[in-house]
Nanobody
Framework: QVQVAESGGGLVQAGASLRLTCVPS????????LAWFRQVPGKEREGVSC???????TYYVDSVKGRFTISTDGAKTLYLQMNNLTPEDTAMYYC?????????????????WGQGTQVTVSS
């Protein structure tokens, strides 16, 4: 049973922007830290950004700092604004809930994944 639905990906040129959206089903976001992960074929899924359940704390992996912004409108929708995209950002992007933003790895997730949304950045 898919509990989150990601959208907003696409094929863009380097330097462009995209806004990813994640809509949960039911109350799966309630009281949870929310995160975006991405995965390239053959590599482990990587934590990209996280926002605390209070909305007051955010975390970004070094490679996206200053370019990506995570936000939420409460327990309804999660966003990832991605600016100045580079080919290295090409990946399938997923949203999920995590135990802690300070330890943003696969081990911090609860195993809830949607279909993902593909982001492809051409040079």
């Amino acid at each position: 049973q898919v509990q989150v639905a990601e959208s907003g990906g696409g094929l863009v040129q380097a330097g462009a922007s995209l806004r990813l959206t994640c809509v949960p089903s039911g109350s799966v976001f309630d009281g949870r830290n929310l995160a975006w992960f991405r995965q390239v074929p053959g590599k482990e899924r990587e934590g990209v950004s996280c926002i605390s359940w209070t909305g007051t704390g955010t975390y970004y992996v070094d490679s996206v700092k200053g370019r990506f912004t995570i936000s939420t409108d409460g327990a309804k929708t999660l966003y990832l604004q991605m600016n100045n995209l580079t080919p290295e950002d090409t990946a399938m992007y997923y949203c999920t809930t995590v135990r802690a933003c300070t330890a943003l790895g696969i081990g911090s997730t609860f195993g809830m994944w949607g279909q993902g949304t593909q982001v492809t950045v051409s040079s």
